[in-house]
């Protein structure tokens, strides 16, 4: 198990990873049940867990090098149990700007969850070359409709005891059943502890809105990812972030969604795709 | 060596796979020459071939109840060579509506692209419950811009051998240097020997247009996907597909983009998102 005591901010506790001795990239972690949807670890905060095994295994045979996750893909197999676990990472390029890097949750022998990075150097003054995704228009933060811990149709949410989110009123009529149809939410994501947010946590931050499927009536439930990309376009500002949540098309029992974070200058900093079950009607 | 010679299309002769014997699921495969931009595989190309090796991987275990991609994430990790090679595949998820599996694509011990696939089975009487996602206006298919067998800079383009691209002429400036710097392209795709399109060929027809960077005056070269993932959404109808690519932001030399792809009936098949490099000034 990581030994975490020291660490000051809950993120970074519960996605922490201690190598094993040994010549194989293999660490143990431990699935933390403050991170959950219902019983469910939340998708992002999986994600930024394996980054960490990832980046750690890069760093062991490169060097400090390629520190930040620039795009990350990865397939959710079954929902990891709420206990210890281990992940393994094989680096699969060594290159002088980029490295690529495979890893994979395990728990009693069978694959949970399995995500690939490239990884590389975020530079705080690069710039923008070319192309803008602006901002939403939305009101102040502190006008915002605050997240409860309980979800649509009782679902408990332990995660918001570690993550702040706040609505874009325009986009919360689900909270009292009153949805919009767009397809669309919009909201503020902070640290509870105020942990600065960084490459890592953007990898949490592009699934910690509720599913955009929440603003259209006659879906239910939960909406379990079965495939999440996310690409980290720059080192955040310090505040909150902005993050647009958006559905595609509904068939088949399936949803698309594109995700967007700006931090608090207004810059896009990542973005995702995922693909999620739906149930409807 | 894959035995092809019966195979009618050569999209399929050039994706196809052979399973050694054995309880491991490896299949021999080659790496087409005439599927390539200047000496380098398309990365949708290669993305079918590994999706071939999945699903029959998945079928090996599972019999036939899932036999078309769903969702598809690739990395690129070093381009592979034309030659022969192998794909090793492991199943990770057996369940009733959907299976995964990994495919690794290794050369000479080294591994040259990694792709996950969620497979299920897609229903041709299927209608989409939520959301539209419209097709483009443009031009009927034969007042476009057919698309050369050289690309700006000289590249040589022996995959047009095989796949027709027209272009929208309000997308096609980039032909004589004249970009929109608008950062996108639209335009049609059809096999040359007419095969019919289906979920593999999808793999194929998101990574078929040139980079949208093309229309961004600065940008020069061919841009190297780094990671890739796919949604298939529907069986296409017959008849030619209709393609926008759309670049999103450059930063750090980096370009994320967007491909829809429409059936002759308008309706969305095909979404995918990648990471790519670029060279600018």
Redesign the interface.
């Known amino acids: 198990m990581p030994d975490v005591s020291d660490a000051p901010f809950a993120f970074d506790r519960a996605t922490a990873v201690a190598r094993r001795p040994g010549p194989d990239a293999v660490h143990d972690v431990a699935v933390d049940p403050g991170w959950t949807i219902g019983d469910k670890p939340n998708g992002g905060y999986l994600l930024a867990m394996l980054a960490r095994a990832g980046l750690e295994s890069v760093a062991a045979v490169e060097g400090p090098e390629h520190p930040h996750p ?6 959710y ?2 929902a990891p149990s709420l206990a210890p676990g281990e992940v393994h990472s094989e680096v ?2 060594r290159g002088r ?2 490295s ?1 890097v ?1 890893t994979v949750l395990v728990q009693g022998g069978a ?1 949970k969850v ?1 995500a ?1 990075f ?1 990884c ?1 150097r ?2 705080p003054d ?8 602006a901002v939403p228009p939305m009101p102040a933060p502190d006008g915002g409709r605050r997240s409860a811990g309980v979800a649509p149709g009782g679902i408990r949410l332990p995660i918001r005891d570690h993550v702040d989110v706040w609505f874009d009123p325009a986009t919360a009529g689900f909270v009292s059943d009153d949805r919009a149809g767009v ?1 669309e939410l919009r909201g503020w994501f902070r640290f509870v502890d105020d942990r600065p947010s960084d490459p890592l946590s953007l990898l949490l931050a592009v699934d910690a809105l509720p599913p955009a499927t929440f603003d ?1 009536p ?2 239910t439930g939960w909406v379990p990812t ?2 999440l ?1 996310a ?1 980290i ?2 080192l955040p500002a310090p505040g909150p972030l902005t993050i647009r949540q958006r ?8 949803v ?1 969604e594109v995700c967007e974070v700006w931090d608090s200058r207004g810059r ?1 900093v990542a ?1 995702a ?1 995922q ?1 999620a079950g739906v149930r ?1 009607g």
Chains 1, 2 share one sequence.
């Open positions: 620039l795009a990350a893909t990865a397939t197999v079954s699969l390029r700007g980029m690529q495979r694959t399995e690939t490239t590389g975020l530079d690069e710039r923008t070359w070319w192309g803008e995704v397809g259209i006659g879906t079965l495939s990309s690409y376009r720059a559905a595609g098309i509904i068939e088949r029992g399936l698309d896009l973005q795709t693909l409807t």
